[in-house]
């Protein structure tokens, strides 16, 4: 088991190594290896406002997101793209009010974009796995 978690954590791209360390700190802070927490943690991860201030995104005593997070006034455009998509790929959560920024055409404009597509792979591993698979063997 080691070794795969291992080998993902080798594949994985990073944006820093401050996203690194932050990602496996968390992942082993809240003791939850699923998908949900692999794609929310590495997606607020990427941003250093939202690594500097995960309690206000994240209860680790209740395991649950803190929706009142996003009107924190720290807020900069890529932490609030970051917490979009992390909240959404968790549970689906689509910020109403401003419901333009939660879609693809304006999350994935952003300087973020080829880590949020690895946000995806984390949360939907098996859709993408099979995806890259059917992508090399088209390429051989």
Not at 16 to 22: A, I, L, T, V, W
Not at 47 to 61: K, V
Not at 81 to 99: A, D, H, I, S, T
């Amino acid at each position: 088991m080691y070794d795969s978690q291992e080998r993902m954590m080798k594949k994985m791209k990073f944006i820093n190594h401050e996203h690194q360390k932050f990602y496996q700190e968390t992942m082993i802070n809240v003791g939850i290896d699923d998908t949900y927490h692999k794609a929310l943690f590495y997606t607020l991860g990427i941003d250093q406002d939202c690594r500097s201030h995960i309690h206000d995104l994240y209860d680790f005593q209740n395991y649950r997101i803190k929706l009142n997070g996003i009107h924190k006034a720290w807020q900069t455009t890529g932490s609030m793209q970051c917490k979009l998509l992390g909240f959404n790929l968790y549970n689906g959560y689509v910020y109403k009010k401003e419901y333009q920024e939660s879609t693809p055409y304006h999350l994935f404009s952003s300087e973020y974009c080829l880590y949020f597509i690895e946000s995806l792979k984390l949360r939907y591993p098996n859709q993408t796995r099979q995806k890259d698979r059917q992508v090399i063997h088209q390429c051989r």
